[in-house]
């Protein structure tokens, strides 16, 4: 794979030219120009609208921003990607989530592996399993009918089925709950445990790895909790199924083969909710609707290979944010869908983002002399205007955001989403143009802060699946001009490995003096208060 430090190249030189020179010029100038609107946005046809207008660009601009992408040869990267290339080098994998959504039936070989074949495998079993449950076909292990799902999972094996449940909820079978327990907090487990009633609920163990310290003590705890309730070690067999990719573990854990639904190394857990990791959310809204989401997303990734630059949404998408995060300074990035079902898609889309590009080695091993991946935060408008964006709007950093929204609700209360758009237009021209005019300065706004709006026609799951996948390939493209690795998560592990190491001083008496002193005076007051309350 080719290795290119950005800053080396000629348009990254010219886009640091272009951008101080173009530092005084205000959205309120350019938002005036007649045909912006016109030439900028891309409209695909009964899906959405993106209107990238509101940004502090040119045509001269983007124009530079093309010839990054190409001097980054970005186009070979992601056509190596869908190759299945070993792309993700330090994990010596390659990537290909984007099979778990291809409807092709050519043979695939990668590794001597048909992973078409195999997805198409898996994905069979888990709609077969999903309609099962959905019909009452399959029951638990007392005969009635399942209405708790419970998936157990942490990271990519929580946070996208969380989120796409959440967000296809009008799509869902009202008749089943769905319950999302992934921190090692027992508050998480007990409360969860404290509404179900053990012979209606189904554990889903979500883990590709099945040795997540957080998933297997969650799911240790909650068989043991069935077996007490039902009076028989055999009811794991009906009540419990596995997601991963370590048959060998998940066997040893007490799950036959049978329950238990595959993936594969080469999909990232971040990555993940479009195969077996999917379960809950196949469940929920049924195996049509799943496959709308997969096609939703398959969609988006032949318009990401096929669509020219000035067409191509994620193209678009990660060359604002280099723009703003390497040529003015910006550190974070906002994420506002104007969609209560979509609560969730910010938190999600913040380990998707920052998990992938949070990266400061080069893919020479060598250290960054630039900015890489910012800060990804978001909750929905229109709570959020009643919160943060007083900061956005009269603060003092300069914040990008994009504004995702349906012009056709998921509710039949027609006037509140009227004035959800109202307030979604409103922001958006607020934060672009602000005002000038005003008795006081405090009542001044500046104005000039960009914003993207992805404006879907209506929100379902063929919407959904593109909107995930527009953010995927966007991360994609962003990692690949800063020549980092945005499939891999090292980053993680330390934590992990020293919270193995701390675990038995919390409870034992003996405590590792290779500690920081901060650490060894907050293991000590943890130790004192823990004896004390034990001995009370
Ligand atoms: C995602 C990361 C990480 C992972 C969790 C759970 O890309 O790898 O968030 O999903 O650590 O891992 P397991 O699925 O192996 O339990």
Redo the contacts with the bound molecule.
């Keep these: 794979m080719h290795s290119i430090n950005p800053t080396t190249t000629k348009s990254w030189k010219a886009l640091l030219k272009h951008s101080a020179a173009s530092n005084g010029v205000h959205l309120r100038e350019l938002l005036y120009e007649t045909s912006r609107f016109k030439s900028m946005h891309i409209r695909i046809e009964d899906l959405l609208l993106f209107d990238y207008s509101k940004h502090r660009i040119d045509e001269t601009t983007l124009k530079l921003l093309e010839n990054l992408f190409d001097e980054c040869k970005v186009q070979d990267l992601l056509e190596e990607q869908f190759r299945g290339v070993k792309i993700n080098v330090t994990e010596n994998r390659p990537v290909l989530h984007t099979v778990l959504r291809d409807p092709g039936i050519a043979p695939f070989i990668v590794d001597d592996q048909d992973v078409r074949k195999a997805s198409k495998i898996e994905l069979k079993r888990m709609y077969e399993f999903s309609e099962g449950i959905r019909i009452g076909d399959i029951r638990g292990h007392s005969g009635r009918k399942i209405k708790n799902i419970i998936n157990i999972?942490?990271?990519?094996?929580?946070?996208g089925p969380k989120m796409a449940v959440e967000s296809l909820k009008p799509f869902s079978n009202r008749d089943l709950k769905f319950h999302f327990v992934s921190n090692i907090d027992g508050s998480d487990l007990h409360e969860c445990l404290m509404q179900i009633d053990p012979e209606e609920s189904l554990f889903i163990v979500?883990?590709?790895?099945?040795?997540?310290q957080?998933?297997m003590a969650n799911a240790e705890v909650a068989r043991d909790w069935l077996i007490q309730k039902l009076e028989d070690p055999a009811c794991v067999e009906k009540h419990f199924v596995a997601i991963?990719t370590n048959s060998e573990k998940v066997n040893d854990f007490g799950i036959k083969k049978e329950n238990t639904f595959g993936f594969w190394d080469w999909v990232?857990?971040?990555?993940?909710l479009w195969g077996a990791?999917g379960m809950p959310i196949c469940i929920s809204i049924g195996s049509d609707n799943f496959q709308e989401l997969l096609n939703g997303a398959n969609f988006i990734d032949d318009h990401t290979r096929k669509r020219p630059f000035r067409e191509n949404i994620p193209k678009i998408m990660a060359a604002l944010g280099i723009w703003y995060r390497n040529f003015l300074n910006a550190s974070t990035h906002a994420i506002l869908p104007y969609d209560q079902y979509l609560h969730r898609f910010p938190a999600y889309l913040q380990?998707a983002d920052m998990?992938?590009n949070g990266k400061s080695i080069d893919r020479n091993g060598k250290r960054v002399n630039y900015s890489t991946g910012g800060v990804i935060w978001g909750e929905p408008g229109t709570n959020g205007q009643h919160a943060f964006y007083q900061l956005i709007h009269q603060g003092t950093e300069l914040i990008p955001s994009d504004f995702i929204a349906s012009v056709i609700p998921q509710h039949p209360l027609h006037e509140h989403h009227s004035k959800l758009l109202s307030n979604y237009l409103a922001q958006t021209e607020a934060l672009a143009i602000g005002k000038t005019i005003a008795s006081t300065p405090y009542k001044k706004f500046e104005g000039n802060q960009p914003s993207s709006t992805i404006l879907f026609d209506k929100m379902n799951p063929f919407s959904l699946g593109a909107l995930i996948a527009i953010y995927e390939h966007k991360i994609f493209f962003q990692g690949a001009v800063w020549n980092i690795y945005s499939y891999d998560?090292w980053g993680?592990e330390l934590g992990k490995e020293m919270a193995r190491k701390i675990l038995p001083e919390i409870d034992g008496d003996h405590l590792d003096s290779d500690h920081d002193e901060s650490t060894k005076g907050l293991l000590n007051h943890i130790r004192d208060l823990s004896n004390k309350a034990d001995n009370n």
Excluded: P, W
Excluded at 153 to 159: A, K, P, W
């Design positions: 999972g942490i990271g990519g094996s929580d946070l979500a883990s590709k790895t099945f040795t997540t957080e998933t991963s990232g857990g971040r990555y993940s990791i380990q998990e992938s998560q993680v």
